[in-house]
């Protein structure tokens, strides 16, 4: 069941923006179904008033991209990039507001959600840059004095299926590559994060981007998704989200012979040896593990430690999560907010409920989706506890007999999204780079963020094996044409 904090209302607050979908530059109201978005710490308290939209909306986002799809990809690359850093601009200008709204609608803490403005921003400056740098290769002909070379050129109109826990950086991590690349784009936000979706319409628009070069549809993720996935006019599609949808995204996507990449979930490791810095790896285990409440793809939600320094270790991580205030994301020294949603709440307390070997249980507000960060210790490598992603502040910590167990203890999940070595011994370090099942490899640092002009995304269950960020991400949002020329 998809969870969703957007509950259908009969009334609208008139204090509240009210927002709705953006397709061909215009926000498009009259809808009749109208939904709030809510406040994770204050549930009570209204973000957004939301029109959602219906499935004939999909055609019609589909049908304006289409038609701005030639003249957008026929400008020169530079065209392009002009417009790119228009909208940096115009989210710079905005971007205390921005910050506010993630905080307010995710439960993002303040600190956190002002660095994810930050990171859009530097998104669209790198992508207005890889514009500019639309290359191809010559490559030599067996026919005697032929041309013959090969060029990137863009797949058309593209799908982005997108969560809500990094609600403008992963849509624009997405978009923008997309457009450097000449693509144009329809964006299938999450239902919990639609007024950070729409900001992002906003100073899109602001920003002058050409209509239908970027649509945004805000309603119900299983009908909109469906649609969206057998639209002909969708040439290819990135999701990122769990498992579980991914999964009907890659199946009906390769029904329809289409490119996609799925970024999904992880239960991501840390491995502390015996010769770690402890007090510094139970801080960074500690950060990347609690902040923003767990809820991030990459979080640590194993902590796999060397049985010799497993009471140290513990010691000095029950101190460092202590220091992680919880309390309402728009508090400056907020670490640990809300989840999203009741039903994530209620998902993530039930899974941990009677579950024997907590170590530690912090103290949350009353008022609000908390869920108390969590520590259990000596828990089973297979264990529900040690294989599920939880998407919460809860961690487990492993005991392993040496670098060896570590690793294979690290490596049997299904999933294979980030993790992070703590130790300063270097050729361990080296063997564990060559030998971990993981898209992002750390050591001494933790499992959560990336550079944004790093290539991102995992392996095995975690990811479709496509790359975002960087110049891998142009990869996905191109094909190659090969072109001969002869006398
Ligand atoms: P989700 O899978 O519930 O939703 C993701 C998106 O899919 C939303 O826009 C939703 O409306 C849409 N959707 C839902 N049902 C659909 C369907 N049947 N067809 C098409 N689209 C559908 O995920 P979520 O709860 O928003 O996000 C949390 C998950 O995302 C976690 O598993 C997390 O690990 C993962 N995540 C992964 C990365 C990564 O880069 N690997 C980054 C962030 C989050």
């Known amino acids: ?72 990809a026929n400008l020169p690359g530079p065209a392009r990039a002009e417009f790119l850093y228009k909208w940096a601009e115009q989210i710079q200008a905005r971007s205390a507001e921005i910050g506010i709204a993630v905080a307010q609608e995710v439960g993002k803490p303040i600190g956190e959600a002002k660095g994810e403005v930050g990171r859009c921003i530097a998104i669209l400056r790198y992508y207005a840059g890889e514009a500019v740098r639309q290359t191809g290769h010559v490559i030599p002909a067996l026919a005697g004095g032929a041309l013959q070379y090969s060029v990137q050129v863009p797949l058309g109109v593209v799908g982005l299926i997108t969560p809500w826990n990094f609600p403008i950086a992963i849509p624009l991590w997405k978009a923008a590559p997309a457009l450097a690349c000449g ?85 991501n490791a840390g491995i502390v040896l015996a010769d770690a810095d402890l007090k510094q790896a139970a801080g960074l285990v500690a950060g990347g593990a609690m902040r923003f409440a767990g809820q991030k793809c990459t979080a640590t939600s194993r902590v796999i430690v060397e049985r010799s320094v497993l009471d140290a270790f513990q010691a000095e991580l029950i101190s460092a999560v202590e220091a992680l205030r919880v309390t309402d994301p728009m508090e400056a020294d907020c670490a640990v907010g809300p989840v999203i949603t009741d039903l994530s709440q209620q998902r993530i307390q039930s899974a941990i409920s009677g579950l024997i070997g907590s170590v530690y249980s912090g103290q949350v507000p009353s008022e609000g989706f908390y869920v108390a960060p969590t520590i259990f210790r000596d828990v089973d490598p297979a264990s529900d506890l040690a294989q599920i992603e939880l998407f919460g502040p809860v961690l487990a910590i492993l005991a392993a007999d040496n670098f060896d167990h570590a690793i294979e203890i690290a490596n049997g999940v299904p999933y ?72």
């Open 1 to 72: 069941m998809v969870q969703t904090k957007c509950i259908v209302a009969s009334t609208s607050a008139s204090s509240v923006p009210h927002i709705s979908s953006f397709i061909n530059g215009e926000f498009l109201t009259g809808s009749g179904q109208t939904s709030l978005s809510i406040n994770p710490a204050h549930p009570e308290q209204t973000v957004a008033t939301v029109e959602w939209c219906g499935k004939s909306a999909v055609t019609d986002a589909a049908e304006a991209a289409a038609a701005a799809q030639k003249s957008w």
């Open 416 to 487: 294979g999204l980030s993790a992070a070595l703590y130790t300063k011994n270097i050729p361990l370090a080296l063997q564990y780079a060559n030998r971990i099942e993981a898209g992002l490899v750390r050591v001494n640092g933790d499992t959560t963020g990336v550079d944004p002009h790093a290539p991102f995304g995992g392996v095995k269950a975690s990811s479709s094996g496509t790359r975002e960020q960087g110049t891998a991400a142009k990869e996905f949002y191109t094909e190659t044409k090969t072109v001969q020329i002869n006398p």
């Open 183 to 267: 693509n144009t784009v329809v964006l299938k936000p999450a239902e919990t994060a639609p007024l950070c979706a729409i900001l992002l319409a906003e100073t899109a628009k602001a920003a002058g981007l050409p209509n239908g070069v970027f649509n945004v549809l805000l309603g119900d993720g299983v009908e909109l998704g469906a649609e969206l996935l057998g639209c002909a006019l969708i040439r290819g599609v990135s999701f990122t989200g769990s498992s579980r949808v991914g999964a009907i995204v890659a199946e009906r996507s390769a029904a329809r012979n289409i490119k996609y990449q799925t970024e999904m979930g992880g239960k």
